[in-house]
């Protein structure tokens, strides 16, 4: 059973009012997701993420194509949508800084409807949930990034919503406070939720997801479990980490179409490849040619990252 | 079921607003302040110029009365309704300065309750500090009333806080399509003051500017207020003022209602509630 469904959405943004410029966001994006998992939406900036998000989460209306969430058409049914879904957009805003963290979500649970009595526990729970105990009733503006992201999530959460949609949730955390996100997500799709997350984290939709999709230039251009869409790409990393003149190795990389990683004065060559033998034969001979010296080579399956950079043409 | 909801919206964001509002301590005391300012301003320019004159130039005009009592109603009623077009005016353009205009919008509350919570803090707010300021200004200044119908002038003034309030929302679907809606309302409250004659009898103006001043509520407001506290005037006397402020108040209410469901609507589709 699909809890999230879209089929050819697109969308096209103009740019300024009178401008004719416009930016085709989305080119016929199709989606199914499962009830009770966790898909990641991986792509480059300007993918068409967000522009997808939004939509699902009413907030954009698409030129063509539909989406269903929760069973209800999300430009039809839009009120119906909002009751199920909760959204978690990026960023540090979308809070009352002024206020403290139990009346933002006291403010949030009444636009939801929920009834006082079941607010105040609702949002007891969701304190404890995101581990905001003790700083509650202290004005968000005090709180730390990590802490305005949690209380974000627990906003999300606030009426109990069958969906969530995570857009970036880790953008601009240091590690210790993305590891608690990732850890509440976890806990969030334990208990049974379906939750769509947008991330530019390879690691972290590699470690939470159930299914990935690529997304890019408006299209997803894969799909699949982590370990189906590594396969997708085909081939095995190879990497070859080699010391000499300044400047030699990177000139191989580009020689090879290879990607050349430089740290202190090891470059490290590396190309998700068909054939391993033939590519570390091509390296080590015209390392030897051009006084290079071999210092590692390393043979693997290509991460989630490198599929994610083979498959979208590299970084933007 | 739905109109319990629909209260507990209008209160939660009243609330939301008083919880915001009383951080700002320099805007209270500004609120506060600024009508004082602007009325004594007015006040010792009048005497200055007109010396003890003024009465009789007022009278000229259709009033008859005190004209420090003219001056502070027109300035308190003008400030009231200054006081609305930022609160209830940018009820909607508020969030989007907050970054929470998405998350407003994506929950299932009705915007008009939204709105109305908005309004309806924005009413009391700027209501208590017209009320002092011009308590103030009369205690400074030592003006005169001639209330005779305290009836007819409870119901001037409320209705003219709804012309000042059905303005407010009448602007905020205006505000909610700019980015520039902060420059907007800055620009129109001169002009709300020139064309509501709150400052000076309406009559000075050529006829055609005139009909300008007769299109705003608020102009109603006043001339019913003044006329009821400064001629002793009755329900009767104003009731045709009340009754076509009454009417201007729910076109406007309306206007700004629906253009606040159209704004939302054009930018839903055209990805513009996320701008600042």
């Known amino acids: ?316 | 079921m739905n109109i319990v909801y629909h209260a507990r919206v209008i209160k939660a964001v009243a609330v939301r607003d008083f919880k915001i509002r009383i951080t700002y301590i320099p805007w209270i005391m500004n609120s506060l302040l600024q009508p004082i300012a602007w009325t004594l301003i007015l006040v010792y320019a009048y005497r200055s110029i007109m010396g003890p004159g003024s009465s009789e130039a007022l009278a000229a005009h259709g009033w008859a009365g005190d004209p420090v009592g003219f001056l502070i109603l027109g300035q308190v009623l003008l400030s009231l309704f200054n006081a609305l077009n930022w609160r209830a005016g940018m009820a909607i353009q508020r969030e989007r300065w907050y970054g929470t205009l998405e998350l407003i919008l994506q929950a299932p509350a009705s915007r008009i309750a939204v709105l109305a919570g908005s309004s309806l803090f924005g009413l009391v707010d700027a209501g208590w500090a017209s009320f002092l300021s011009a308590l103030a200004v009369i205690a400074l200044t030592g003006a005169t009333f001639n209330v005779a119908d305290p009836l007819a002038a409870v119901a001037s003034i409320l209705l003219a806080a709804v012309g000042a309030l059905s303005m407010g929302i009448g602007l905020a679907g205006l505000y909610v399509l700019t980015r520039s809606a902060g420059p907007i309302a800055v620009a129109i409250q001169h002009p709300t003051r020139f064309f509501t004659g709150s400052s000076f009898p309406l009559t000075i103006l050529p006829a055609v500017l005139q009909y300008v001043g007769y299109a705003i509520p608020l102009t109603y407001g006043l001339e019913a207020v003044r006329r009821t506290m400064l001629q002793g005037a009755g329900l009767g006397d104003v009731g045709p003022l009340l009754y076509r402020l009454l009417l201007l108040s729910i076109a406007s209410t309306m206007l700004g209602v629906a253009m606040v469901r159209w704004a939302e609507g054009v930018a839903r589709r055209n990805g513009w509630l996320h701008t600042f």
């Not at chain 1, 967000?50 to 430009?75: C, E, H, M, N, S």
């Not at chain 1, 007891?124 to 949690?150: A, D, F, P, T």
């Not at chain 1, 430089?262 to 060559?269: A, E, G, K, P, W």
């Open chain 1, 1 to 316: 059973m699909y809890t999230i469904e879209a089929e050819g959405l697109e969308k096209e943004y103009r740019i300024g009012l009178l401008s004719k410029r416009r930016v085709k966001a989305l080119r016929g994006v199709s989606l199914r997701i499962q009830k009770g998992t966790l898909y990641s939406l991986l792509g480059p900036n300007g993918a068409g993420k967000t522009t997808l998000v939004k939509i699902l989460a009413t907030l954009l209306i698409p030129d063509a194509g539909w989406a269903r969430v929760a069973g209800f058409d999300v430009a039809r049914e839009a009120v119906e949508v909002r009751k199920r879904v909760g959204v978690v957009l990026g960023g540090e805003r979308a809070l009352y800084w002024r206020l403290t963290g139990w009346s933002n979500l006291w403010f949030f649970s009444q636009l939801y409807g929920i009834p006082p009595a079941e607010a105040r526990r609702r949002i007891r729970e969701l304190i404890e949930l995101v581990g905001l105990q003790g700083w509650e009733h202290v004005r968000v503006e005090n709180y730390s990034k990590g802490m305005k992201q949690r209380l974000h999530i627990a906003r999300g959460l606030l009426n109990d919503p069958e969906v969530l949609l995570l857009d970036e949730p880790t953008i601009g955390l240091d590690p210790a406070a993305a590891r608690e996100v990732r850890g509440l997500i976890r806990r969030i799709v334990a208990e049974g939720r379906t939750v769509l997350l947008t991330t530019h984290y390879m690691a972290e939709a590699e470690e939470l997801s159930d299914r990935v999709g690529i997304i890019s230039g408006g299209r997803i251009i894969a799909e699949g479990s982590p370990g189906e869409v590594k396969k997708i790409i085909g081939g095995r990393m190879v990497l070859v980490s080699l010391t000499g003149p300044p400047g030699e190795a990177s000139r191989l990389a580009a020689l090879l179409g290879a990607r050349a990683r430089s740290i202190d004065r090891v470059t490290t060559i590396e190309a998700v490849v068909e054939d391993e033998e033939e590519f570390i034969d091509k390296v080590l001979g015209e390392a030897l040619r051009r006084g290079l010296r071999v210092r590692r080579v390393e043979v693997r399956e290509p991460s989630l990252e490198e599929a994610f950079i083979k498959l979208t043409g590299g970084p933007r």
